[in-house]
Each structure stands twice: as structure tokens, then as C-alpha cells.
């Protein structure tokens, strides 16, 4: 079933041109394995099919950057975007437009979690031990992770005694949890649907922190995407209703209560951040 979905990259430098016929293009950051992606993908796609009168594909990268690129070059459509990549894509290229987000978006968070047997029970206990982010360019496993450690006094290079980079929030669990490292930040949402899915053991692993809260994740579309076409998308977004068994399931795959308007103005306290982590000039 998710087989359907994936377009190889090899495949997405055929045709640049644009027609009625091409299907819609649609990424997302890799923050969680691909077999996750997809999965969670598969009903919105056809969801959205539906709405637009449009095929549609998805289109795996290997990294946070090819998101970046692809949809600044408008070899995608639409993605799936953190709000420090959609910073990076809005810098990257004019046009591109975050139109939709969750509810839960608004208020986001990130988790510090440490090794059970790691002895680190708050941040101070982080000092002098090995961490792990998550990607470079994640919001709630890096760039927000950074920030609020600024904010609580403490410099990861100055203060950790090694920095590492997992590279999705999921790895970040797993390294904690075998001790690869004894601490790490990720997601708070995917550290609640790994909880749920009976995916973390809770003896071996602890959250010690949660984050204030901040903006993140977001539906974006690339610079010149036919305007009728990004309001059938905003408003298939909008139209989601948990009330409709199989648009309940969608919601449930994206954990989100419900999708939202979202706008650029949303994610400058974001890019102040990155900037002053020095993550963006």
C-alpha cells in the first residue's frame, strides 16, 4: 500500500515543467524513520487526491536539507516542514508559503530525556556528560533544544563533554535507552506516540525537562504553486473533521486534533532564535 506513495528522487529531476497532468509533489523532513513517513502519509494523500482532483505522491529525501532545496527549486510541491526549515526555505527562496498547521503547533514543546541509570535528574546534571540532538535542522530536537539551555545558562559545547547529532527524534530514544548517550531532546510529540505505541520502556528511559513552549511544524508550498490550487489544499486541511471515522484516522496518523491557518509572522520568534544560536546569519 505505502509503495504507491514514494516517487525516487532519481525520478523527480524528469520534468521540471509544470502541467494540469503532473501529480502534486509532496515531502516532509525526515525526522522519523521512512517507514513511519510514509505510513502516516498514505490516507492524507488519497484525502487529498480527493479534495483536489490531483494525483499525488510522495517523495522520500535523506535529509532535512533536501527538503529545503527540493521545494526552493520547486522540485516539490508541498512539504512537511519544522518551523526552523520552513525559516530556512523562506530565506532560501521567495514565495513559499506556510498555510496550515496543527492546533497543537501553537503550542509546542521539546523533551530532555536521560538514561535511568545515568544518575542526571535536571539540566545541572547534564554538565560534563554526552548529549544528543536530534537533526541539525529540527526545531524541537536541536534549535529550541539550544535555546532554552541558553536561557537556563548552560553552552552544549562548553558544558557537554561530547555533542552528537542522532538524526531523527525516535533515534535520539534509542540511543538514550541502549546508553549509547545518557541524555537527549526530542520532540514531545513523538516521545508521547512512542509511549503510546509501547515503544519506549520507562525504566530505562526518563523525561527530566519540558521546554516553555514555541511554534513549530507546518504545511508549506513552494513559491508560484497555482493559487486555487494551495486554497484547495488550506481549505482540505481546514475540512478535516474528527467527527468523520476516516478523516479521524488521518488526524490521528498526523496527532492533530484538528489543522489551522498559520502565517509567516509565526515563526520569527523561531528564526531570532536561530540567529542568535549562530545557526543563521
Not at 47 to 57: F, K, N, S, W
Not at 172 to 198: H, I, M, Q, R
Request: without cysteine; neutral net charge.
Amino acid at each position: 500500500m505505502l509503495k504507491k506513495w514514494i516517487l525516487p528522487l532519481t525520478a523527480l529531476f524528469v520534468s521540471l515543467g509544470a502541467s494540469a497532468a503532473e501529480p502534486l509533489r509532496v515531502s516532509a523532513i525526515p525526522d522519523e524513520v521512512p517507514t513511519e513517513l510514509q505510513r502516516k502519509f498514505a490516507p492524507l494523500g488519497d484525502y487529498l487526491a480527493e479534495q483536489t482532483g490531483r494525483d499525488v505522491v510522495f517523495v522520500p529525501v535523506n535529509d532535512y536539507a533536501a527538503v529545503v532545496e527540493a521545494l526552493a527549486a520547486g522540485k516539490i510541491d508541498m512539504a512537511w516542514l519544522g518551523g526552523f526549515t520552513y525559516v530556512q526555505a523562506h530565506r532560501r527562496a521567495d514565495g513559499v508559503i506556510p498555510l496550515v498547521q496543527r492546533a497543537e503547533d501553537a503550542q509546542f514543546t521539546s523533551k530532555f530525556i536521560a538514561n535511568a541509570d545515568s544518575g542526571i535528574k535536571t539540566l545541572a546534571d547534564l554538565k560534563g556528560k554526552d548529549f544528543a540532538f536530534g537533526s541539525p535542522s529540527s526545531t524541537s530536537g536541536h534549535l529550541m533544544p539550544r535555546h532554552f539551555l541558553a536561557e537556563e545558562g548552560i553552552n552544549p559545547e562548553q558544558d557537554f563533554a561530547h555533542v552528537a547529532f542522532s538524526g531523527a527524534h525516535d533515534a535520539t530514544v534509542a540511543w538514550v535507552a541502549s546508553g549509547k548517550v545518557p541524555a537527549g531532546a526530542l520532540n514531545a510529540s513523538v516521545w508521547d506516540k512512542l509511549l503510546e505505541e509501547g515503544k519506549v520502556d520507562t525504566k530505562k528511559v526518563k523525561v527530566i525537562w519540558t521546554t516553555p513552549t514555541y511554534f513549530d511544524y507546518n504545511w508549506t508550498v513552494r513559491g508560484g504553486l497555482d493559487p486555487a490550487l494551495q486554497a484547495k489544499l488550506k481549505q482540505a486541511f481546514l475540512n478535516l473533521d474528527p467527527k468523520v471515522p476516516a478523516q479521524a484516522e488521518i488526524l490521528k496518523l498526523q496527532r492533530a486534533s484538528r489543522f489551522i491557518e498559520t502565517k509567516p509572522e509565526n515563526y520569527q520568534g523561531i528564526e531570532a532564535a536561530a540567529v542568535q544560536a549562530g545557526l543563521l546569519k
